[in-house]
């Protein structure tokens, strides 16, 4: 098997147990499963990893994405570990927040039958600048902001985010560099949806008529943003 270039992952947040893999089939959890497993080349990485996917069973396309990355897990030689959920919205909840709560639900289970210590997800530097801009209409305050975090509790489920200082066109050019494919929801560019015309409509704008390097720059202050929030948390955990 090819070996995968290193990449700016950041490695120092994932916990020395079993993690498991959040890998849905779009191009940042998948090159999340590339990069931690090291093309399936890493030592021990069935001992180490375990792909998560759940088929929320909301379009055509979604049983054939549950195949493609049950493949993908056994192309790296990692176990798999999938669900295919009926998502059925409660009163007053929608279909996305009934989705999640499946997801988590699903995640939850993982953590207690499977072993592991942390969930991975491919969150990546975009989806911070989206959040971040997504929240600015919301007058958000400084730790709604700063948004998407590296590590994240919910419930029993630890979330490590290790790619957070990645490009999402950096990923893509990665799984292409090594001919590597994914799956993209044909939902992503419906721009009704609030993040996809930001990620669109917006960012492109703002980025052409504004700062090139508007996504890195909001990256940063989201950075900034958290470091009084965590060290005012350790001054609280300390006392």
């Not at 390097?213 to 943003?225: A, K, Q, T, W």
Request: aromatic share 6%; glycine share 8%.
């Amino acid at each position: 098997m090819v070996k995968y270039a290193p990449m700016k992952v950041n490695r120092h947040i994932l916990p020395s147990g079993r993690i498991g893999l959040a890998v849905s089939g779009g191009s940042d959890s998948v090159a999340l499963a590339f990069l931690l497993t090291k093309g399936g080349t890493k030592r021990n990485a069935a001992k180490r990893f375990v792909v998560l996917h759940v088929d929320h069973g909301l379009r055509p396309e979604s049983k054939e994405e549950y195949r493609f990355v049950r493949a993908l897990a056994k192309r790296l030689g990692v176990p798999f570990k999938g669900l295919h959920a009926k998502v059925r919205p409660a009163r007053g909840e929608s279909v996305e927040m009934a989705a999640r709560r499946v997801r988590l639900a699903f995640f939850e289970k993982c953590m207690e039958s499977l072993g592991l210590d942390a969930i991975a997800t491919g969150h990546h530097m975009d989806d911070v600048a989206e959040t971040f801009i997504m929240r600015i209409r919301r007058a958000s305050g400084p730790e709604g902001l700063a948004g998407i975090k590296e590590t994240s509790q919910v419930g029993a489920i630890k979330f490590v985010r290790p790619l957070l200082g990645c490009r999402d066109a950096e990923l893509k050019d990665y799984l292409r560099k090594y001919g590597e494919e994914w799956r993209e929801d044909a939902t992503n560019g419906d721009i009704s949806i609030e993040r996809n015309k930001v990620r669109h409509k917006i960012i492109p704008y703002l980025e052409q008529t504004l700062d090139k390097d508007l996504v890195e720059h909001l990256y940063r202050i989201c950075g900034y943003l958290l470091k009084p929030l965590a060290d005012r948390n350790s001054q609280i955990r300390s006392r």
